[in-house]
Nanobody, 128 residues
Framework: QVQLVESGGGLVQAGGSLILSCAAS????????MGWFRQAPGKEREFVAA????????GYADSVKGRFTISRDNAKNTIYLQMNSLRPEDTAVYCC?????????????????????WGQGTQVTVPS
């Protein structure tokens, strides 16, 4: 079993920044590819960012590319999402997810169906 707990959400003005964290349980965290997804009210869940288990490869949705940065600290069993230049359309519940299947060192998934465990999420609100 893997437990994921997100933190760091909140209300921030447009143009501001937030850092989300996702703490994971389990001794094998360092070999899990990880991802961030978000879901806004009335909308489907969408991919935001992902990182390979070694951290050398990352991927982003076009809507956040250049503004968000995903990173991981395997010694702390934690991944992060640095969010800059926030916009009202970034308002959503942000969830982290773990892909526990065997993957190459460079692999990360953008499809939610490839992830096995999910956190409860943290709310990010950017008023218009």
């Amino acid at each position: 079993q893997v437990q994921l707990v997100e933190s760091g959400g909140g209300l921030v003005q447009a143009g501001g920044s937030l850092i989300l964290s996702c703490a994971a349980s389990g001794r094998s965290f360092s070999v899990y590819a990880m991802g961030w997804f978000r879901q806004a009210p009335g909308k489907e869940r969408e991919f935001v960012a992902a990182i390979s288990w070694r951290g050398g490869n990352t991927g982003y949705a076009d809507s956040v590319k250049g503004r968000f940065t995903i990173s991981r600290d395997n010694a702390k069993n934690t991944i992060y999402l640095q969010m800059n230049s926030l916009r009202p359309e970034d308002t959503a519940v942000y969830c982290c997810a773990a892909d526990i299947r065997y993957r190459t060192t460079t692999y990360y998934a953008t499809d939610a169906h490839e992830y096995d465990y999910w956190g409860q999420g943290t709310q990010v609100t950017v008023p218009s």
